[in-house]
């Protein structure tokens, strides 16, 4: 009996020798950087939400459509590809220093010199009727100028929309010309059309179109010269001057017709 607890005791000592004797663990230990993160500051009012870019949103943007797009404004769906804001499923009414403006005009913009984006979603008769507005205020550079070019050419077919501007700055004051064209040559497409005609007599007329190709046109481009003085919140002017160049629109289909008479129970209620 002695030998057998004597024997127990030695058998524990070895399995605690054992579990003392671990492997150093060989996964290296990395402390990981401070991470920030930085919001746009937002100021609610009465009539609108005031959106102040941060420093992030400004890099990484490259116009004022990719600007108003990084600025993530709840419901506001921008899309650089077609050019088209929206909210909720409407047009939003774009504004440059309370001025309407096109697409083109935002897109022209400088990151650096938006000041802040005003977000009006409820705007009322002040703004002729509009779902929304999106108001950009900037300031011009004092000094310097800029250049941009953009466009997206499709590999399949004829269409590119292109744009491109010059900007000139002294002072307060800003002189520009900017250019945009977009192609649109012989663009496949098809229509499918179904009517039916129904007789007092009860007979029936239905004609069927299945498409079997067809194709557009619309080539169309736009110059602007412009000048802007411009001194944030108290004075600014804006003149432009503007032609407008487009093609006759075309387009035709092909297709195959079908007609089939019949006839419709038509029974008194």
């Known amino acids: ?5 004597t024997s127990l005791i030695t058998l524990l000592g070895g399995t605690v020798a054992i579990a003392h004797n ?46 108003l797009r990084n600025l993530m404004i709840p419901t506001l769906n921008v899309d650089d590809f077609s050019g088209t804001v929206k909210s909720s499923g409407q047009s939003v009414q774009l504004r440059i220093n309370g001025r309407v403006a096109t697409t083109e005009q935002v897109q022209s913009l400088l990151p650096e010199t938006i000041k802040r984006v005003e977000w009006i979603d409820n705007p009322g008769l002040r703004y002729n009727g509009a779902n929304a507005v999106v108001n950009f205020i900037v300031a011009n550079p004092d000094a310097g100028g800029a250049f941009m070019l953009s466009g997206d050419q499709a590999l399949n077919c004829a269409w590119a929309p292109w744009y491109a501007s010059l900007k000139f700055n002294d002072g307060k004051s800003q002189w520009g010309l900017s250019m945009n064209y977009k192609l649109t040559n012989k663009i496949g497409c098809t229509r499918e059309y179904y009517e039916t005609f129904i007789y007092p007599d009860g007979q029936s007329l239905t004609r069927k179109e299945t ?17 802007s003085y411009i001194n944030p919140d108290t004075t600014v002017v804006w003149v432009a001057l503007s032609g ?26």
């Not at 991470?35 to 943007?61: C, G, L, N, W």
């Not at 407008?244 to 419709?264: D, H, P, Q, T, W």
């Open 22 to 67: 671990e492997v150093p663990d060989s996964i290296a230990t990395h402390e990981l950087d401070e991470i920030v993160v930085q919001a746009p500051r937002i100021i609610r009012k009465a009539d609108m939400d005031v959106f102040y870019p941060s420093q992030t949103a400004v890099e990484y943007s490259k116009n004022g459509m990719q600007m």
């Open 244 to 269: 407008f160049e487009r093609a006759l629109k075309k387009i035709k289909y092909f297709c195959n017709k079908k007609s089939v008479l019949g006839s419709i129970d038509c029974k008194p209620r």
């Open 211 to 227: 498409p079997v190709g067809g194709y557009m046109d619309e080539n169309r481009g736009n110059l602007q010269l412009d000048y």
């Open 1 to 5: 009996m002695r030998f057998l607890f």
